[in-house]
């Protein structure tokens, strides 16, 4: 698909500009799913800003006891910066079938408690990508599963980039000609929900 024609079938739901927040379950410094939800944000057409979560590295292990009184100060930033974006975006590796565990981490300590959590109602979006041949298919299935517990609106579709390790040295990119429009199509989805929490809060 051409910038133009993203930026045509985008534009009406962007009027008002759409702030996601974009969550790598990866803390890896060359990390492909961080990668990926950089060259997601490169391609966002006008009106859609994607901004990157840097705090995963600092949140501590889920505690039940330390989760009585005030947030630690990481955990307070990333339910805030929940709080505050319009949507998610999640890029995950696939770890022994399933999601990393820091990320899981971060998302039980968001969950919490659970009648204040931002994940309520959020609409959210997840993709992956993975040095192996199944694009962490079953890691992004396991996420939408987690993340829909606590309470997200979960895009009901998936970015599987296979061996990524490949795409970027041969092509210096993850996103190509399927992944690329697979990803629009997502990130569409996704501005379509955050749309439709503004047309519900009109008719509120
Ligand atoms: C992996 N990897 C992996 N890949 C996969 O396709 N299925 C799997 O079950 C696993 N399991 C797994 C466990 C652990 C502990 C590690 C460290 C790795 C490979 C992994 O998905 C791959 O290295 C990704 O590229 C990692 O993502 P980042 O760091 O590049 O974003």
């Known amino acids: ?17 759409s702030r996601i927040l974009a969550i790598s379950g990866s ?61 998610l975006l999640f890029a995950t590796p696939e770890y022994n079938s399933s999601i990393p565990g820091v990320l899981k981490n971060a998302i039980d300590w968001a969950s919490r408690p659970r009648a204040t959590t931002p994940f309520q109602g959020k609409p959210a979006a997840v993709v992956g990508a993975t040095t192996g041949q199944f694009g962490a298919v079953w890691a992004q299935a396991e996420l939408r599963k987690v993340l829909r517990s606590t309470g997200a609106r979960v ?26 429009p697979r990803s ?11 749309q439709r929490d503004r047309e519900l809060a009109l008719i509120d």
């Open 155 to 180: 895009v009901d579709l998936e970015l599987p980039v296979a061996k990524g390790h490949h795409a970027v040295a041969q092509r210096g990119a993850l996103l190509d000609e399927v992944h690329g």
């Open 184 to 194: 629009a199509e997502i990130l569409r989805a996704l501005v379509t929900e955050i």
């Open 27 to 87: 803390l890896r410094h060359g990390s492909l799913n961080t990668r990926l939800l950089r060259e997601i944000a490169e391609r966002a057409p006008a009106g859609v800003e994607i901004e990157l979560f840097d705090g995963l590295r600092s949140i501590p292990p889920y505690d039940a006891d330390a989760d009585t009184g005030p947030a630690p100060e990481p955990i307070r930033a990333l339910r805030d910066a929940i709080a505050e974006a319009d949507g």
């Open 1 to 17: 698909m051409s910038d133009a024609s993203r930026e045509t079938m985008l534009a009406p739901l962007v009027r008002e500009g």
